[in-house]
């Protein structure tokens, strides 16, 4: 059974609807353990997440506190420490965001990377011209210790850059951020580290082309400000316009996946009255 690791930080009320949703959609479609680091969780969301399945298990890291434009390298310095993580030693390894939703069940990449002997899967847009195409919302461990080496390098060189905030700045315009463009210099350089793949966006981490979602796709990114707009309230319009996002004439196609994710919440709550 592989695993599914995300880590969570911070948390406010709209991040903790995401996480729930995101955990349910895991649990439901996916052959895995789901492993939650959290720090700052509430007793009584712990409870709440522990009840949805006994797959789930709850893992207590303490978070540095770090300045606004450090933010993205916390996250990179925790999945650096999951990937390392005895835990997953022994098993295909997951690290995604938690503002996700998963309708199938990944296990399959695994099969494939076993095939290939490929160590690291990540996701690119399937348009190579197409801006910010890689995007680290999720990757695939094949063999989380093969993996440890690029993990740490990625952490310790997010760290660096953002040190400069010339090189910062530059690599956020270029990539979207600067995790997304360190990870690219590595993947793109002549490195041993382990082996690595890309996979299609379109399946496995959906974004920016909310308006269509594939037959085929198994992971949707509700990145950017989604969670505000999927946490306010069930009509498509009104979460909208509250949030300005009427007024960008594409959003009004992102439709689909609005619903989707409502779905899910619904089933989700319609569970937990049942208990």
Same mark, same amino acid.
């Given at each position: 059974?592989?695993?599914?690791?995300?880590?969570?930080?911070?948390?406010?009320?709209?991040?903790? %609807?995401?996480?729930?949703?995101?955990?349910?959609?895991?649990?439901?479609?996916?052959?895995?353990?789901?492993?939650?680091?959290?720090d700052?969780?509430? #007793?009584?969301?712990?409870?709440? *997440?522990?009840?949805?399945?006994?797959? *789930?298990?709850?893992?207590?890291?303490?978070?540095?506190?770090?300045?606004?434009?450090?933010?993205?390298?916390?996250?990179?310095?925790?999945?650096? %420490?999951?990937?390392?993580?005895?835990?997953?030693?022994?098993?295909?390894?997951?690290?995604?965001?938690?503002?996700?939703?998963?309708? +199938?069940?990944?296990?399959?990449?695994?099969?494939?990377?076993?095939?290939?002997?490929t160590?690291?899967?990540?996701?690119?847009?399937?348009?190579w011209? %197409?801006?910010?195409? #890689?995007?680290?919302?999720?990757?695939? @461990?094949?063999?989380?210790?093969?993996?440890?080496?690029?993990?740490?390098?990625?952490?310790?060189?997010?760290?660096?850059? @953002?040190?400069?905030?010339?090189?910062?700045?530059?690599?956020?315009? $270029?990539?979207?951020?600067?995790?997304?463009?360190?990870?690219? $210099?590595? *993947?793109?350089?002549?490195?041993?580290?382990?082996?690595?793949?890309?996979?299609?966006?379109?399946?496995?981490?959906l974004?920016?082309?909310?308006s269509?979602?594939? %037959?085929?796709?198994?992971?949707?990114?509700?990145?950017?400000?989604?969670? +505000?707009?999927?946490?306010?309230?069930?009509?498509?319009?009104r979460?909208?316009?509250?949030?300005?996002?009427?007024?960008?004439?594409?959003?009004?196609?992102?439709?689909?996946?609005?619903d989707?994710?409502?779905?899910?919440?619904?089933?989700?709550?319609?569970?937990?009255?049942?208990?």
């Amino acid at each position: 059974m592989i695993h599914v690791a995300t880590c969570v930080y911070g948390i406010d009320d709209k991040m903790f %609807e995401m996480l729930k949703v995101y955990a349910y959609s895991v649990l439901k479609n996916v052959r895995c353990e789901l492993f939650i680091y959290t720090d700052g969780i509430t #007793l009584q969301q712990a409870s709440e *997440l522990s009840f949805l399945s006994d797959r *789930l298990n709850l893992v207590s890291f303490k978070e540095q506190r770090l300045r606004k434009n450090e933010k993205a390298s916390q996250k990179v310095r925790i999945w650096k %420490e999951i990937s390392s993580d005895p835990l997953h030693e022994k098993q295909p390894l997951v690290i995604s965001d938690f503002d996700m939703l998963f309708l +199938k069940d990944v296990s399959r990449v695994f099969e494939v990377m076993d095939r290939d002997q490929t160590d690291l899967c990540y996701t690119l847009k399937d348009q190579w011209n %197409e801006k910010y195409r #890689l995007n680290t919302g999720i990757l695939f @461990l094949n063999n989380p210790r093969n993996c440890r080496q690029i993990m740490r390098a990625w952490a310790a060189d997010v760290t660096r850059s @953002l040190n400069n905030a010339a090189v910062a700045e530059s690599m956020a315009s $270029s990539h979207g951020s600067v995790d997304q463009c360190v990870l690219m $210099s590595w *993947l793109e350089s002549d490195n041993a580290m382990c082996k690595t793949h890309s996979l299609p966006a379109s399946q496995f981490n959906l974004h920016k082309d909310w308006s269509n979602i594939p %037959e085929d796709c198994c992971v949707i990114h509700y990145k950017s400000d989604w969670s +505000k707009v999927l946490t306010t309230g069930d009509s498509f319009r009104r979460c909208l316009e509250y949030h300005g996002w009427w007024k960008r004439e594409e959003a009004r196609t992102w439709k689909p996946a609005f619903d989707l994710w409502k779905e899910y919440q619904q089933e989700l709550e319609n569970s937990q009255t049942s208990l």
